[in-house]
């Protein structure tokens, strides 16, 4: 079953870190910081469906991207590709989420987090891709916010809130302070009130 640490496992962090030119520790905290960020704004995407079907539209074009074929070459990810993907799932919220981000501690500050998201968003990608190839979901044609990606993504979520209750910092930590303190309705309703207004 697809998770947050598997997902973090496909991540190269020694590479990432040389990448961004900063030390392992850092590269580490902002990667844990961003990914379930990155995870959960697709979450809030796929519930809408035609943000559903733009995501499902995106993983068949990540599908045979080979990115995580024998481990991911991080010099060769598209971040370019990653920006847009980024711009696309937060939206107006974008600046908000880096700056928010950017000031956990530890995470090396906005212009790490702003260089971070676009090297991890392809990834993210090709991994729901990938997994939606393995388990033989759903298809770019059957766009559904609920089953396939739905469940593939709700279950990487589950993990994400399971994580933010543990100490500061956590994903909901980071959320809720992007709307003011208001965590309300949990992960989800947190992701919803981020991104709800994007388009």
């Known amino acids: 079953m697809a998770s947050l640490d598997e997902l973090l496992s496909q991540i190269p962090l020694d590479r990432v870190a040389e990448r961004l030119g900063v030390d392992r520790q850092t590269a580490e905290t902002a990667v844990r910081a961003a990914l379930p960020t990155l995870v959960g704004g697709l979450g809030a995407n796929a519930r809408d469906p035609e943000g559903a079907a733009s995501l499902m539209s995106a993983l068949d074009e990540h599908s045979g991207s080979g990115v995580l074929d024998g481990g991911v070459n991080v010099d060769e990810v598209d971040a370019a590709d990653g920006s847009k993907i980024v711009s696309n799932v937060f939206g107006e919220k974008k600046e908000q989420v880096i700056s928010t981000l950017g000031a956990v501690n530890g995470s090396g500050g906005n212009d790490l987090i702003a260089k971070l998201l676009p090297i991890?968003?392809?990834?993210?990608?090709?991994?729901?891709?990938?997994?939606?190839?393995?388990?033989?979901?759903?298809?770019?044609?059957?766009?559904?916010?609920?089953?396939?990606?739905?469940?593939?993504?709700?279950?990487l979520l589950e993990g994400a809130a399971g994580r933010s209750g543990a100490g500061g910092g956590g994903i909901g930590d980071v959320l809720g302070s992007v709307l003011g303190g208001n965590s309300g309705g949990g992960l989800g309703g947190i992701l919803g009130g981020l991104l709800g207004g994007k388009r």
């Open 120 to 155: 991890l968003a392809p990834i993210v990608l090709s991994y729901l891709a990938k997994q939606i190839t393995g388990n033989g979901a759903t298809t770019a044609g059957d766009a559904r916010p609920s089953g396939g990606i739905g469940d593939i993504l709700g279950g």
